[in-house]
């Protein structure tokens, strides 16, 4: 790559604020033009950059490399004639000239490796410059990783955005008028609820970047623009004729709002609010349940003779009668219930009848 001032190089950092990967002099010839232009080129990121000359530290104009259908090249490897590559792009047709067979070689391997995230097969490079294209390869996968699942808290807060001097000083990561949707869904917004603001931030074509979507009342009718904003480390990059660095994405959205002299205004879809307090019902309360009470049947006790009182015995259950086809039992259901009264009175008896047989001195006598 050629040497420039050291002032020039800080500068088109803080513009473009992409990785450098490749620069040097190039000819450039659009579809329709009869001459090549010089110009200096620099490859940042997936993006040449077309400066007037090695001085100018702003880009006069861009090629997106991520829009390349393909890349053709025209005398190939012939050491006395200029090297001409043919980008086709999706928007138009560009063509890149290199006087020297070699350092077009590097151009054309660069130049494919970001734009197909893949380092191209046959090249006539040195260890030491396939060495490099794998070192940018591997930092072109990362900086262009798919960002996750599109919605306002998985898109990350950035670590330097501040809410000083910024749109919403209450919030210092996205601005409430960031929605996740297509450039087509945002422009559609705008065209169908004109009350609610004019210009909306969301996602980039990309996924990996932001975008502004606005709309502006002209006298010949509305227009819809869109701006793409970069992410870098050390914030966000508004692609501008003159590129704009701020540290937020608030900080972005307040650019444009101050460049339109306030005129547009974000996107705000109007929350419902209610009016009115209404008293609420009073909790029913529940009678209390009644628990019953447990019955328990008395318990009996006999009198001994001679007035102690011993202690209780349960009485014993009466036998049941067996019938004469076998010694079969007859249900609970069939037997009588005797009367309580009778029942203790045999009970007493039999009692009385056990004691006076193993003491028969107890018997009393008969007058």
Not at 81 to 105: A, F, H, M, W
Not at 255 to 263: G, M, N, V, W
Not at 277 to 294: C, D, G, N, R, Y
């Amino acid at each position: 790559m050629a040497a420039f001032p050291i002032g020039v190089n800080k500068r088109r950092d803080t513009i473009t604020a992409l990785p450098l990967y490749y620069s040097g002099h190039l000819l450039k010839k659009c579809t329709g033009e009869k001459d090549f232009k010089k110009c200096y080129g620099e490859l940042r990121g997936s993006t040449i950059f077309l400066y007037t000359d090695q001085m100018h530290d702003t880009y006069s104009e861009k090629l997106d490399l991520q829009m390349l259908k393909s890349m053709s090249m025209d005398a190939p490897y012939q050491k006395k004639r200029s090297t001409i590559y043919t980008l086709t792009l999706s928007n138009e047709e560009v063509q890149l000239k290199v006087d020297n067979p070699d350092t077009g070689e590097e151009w054309r391997g660069f130049i494919m490796t970001v734009a197909t995230r893949e380092i191209p097969s046959k090249l006539q490079l040195l260890p030491g410059q396939m060495l490099r294209l794998e070192e940018v390869l591997s930092e072109e996968q990362k900086r262009q990783a798919p960002c996750p699942a599109l919605s306002t808290t998985t898109y990350p807060i950035h670590p330097s955005s501040s809410p000083g001097n910024t749109y919403d000083n209450t919030l210092s990561g996205i601005p409430p008028c960031f929605f996740p949707v297509s450039r087509q869904k945002a422009e559609k917004m705008l065209k169908e609820n004109t009350e609610y603001g004019s210009i909306i931030l969301r996602p980039s074509t990309d996924n990996t970047n932001y975008a502004i979507t606005l709309r502006q009342d002209n006298p010949s009718g509305p227009v819809m623009k869109n701006y793409k904003v970069l992410s870098i480390d050390t914030g966000f990059v508004i692609e501008l004729n003159v590129p704009v660095t701020v540290p937020s994405l608030a900080a972005v959205l307040d650019h444009f709002l101050k460049a339109t002299e306030f005129r547009l205004h974000p996107y705000l879809v109007p929350q419902t609010y209610d009016t009115c307090i209404e008293l609420p019902p009073e909790k029913s309360t529940l009678p209390s349940k009644t628990v019953p009470m447990a019955t328990v049947a008395p318990m009996t006790h006999t009198q001994s003779p001679v007035g102690d009182t011993p202690p209780s015995y349960p009485i014993p259950p009466l036998p049941t009668k067996a019938t004469e086809a076998g010694n079969e039992y007859q249900d609970a259901d069939d037997i009588s219930t005797p009367d309580l009264h009778q029942e203790l009175c045999i009970a007493v008896q039999r009692r009385r009848e056990q004691i006076y047989t193993g003491a028969p001195f107890l018997r009393p006598t008969q007058k």
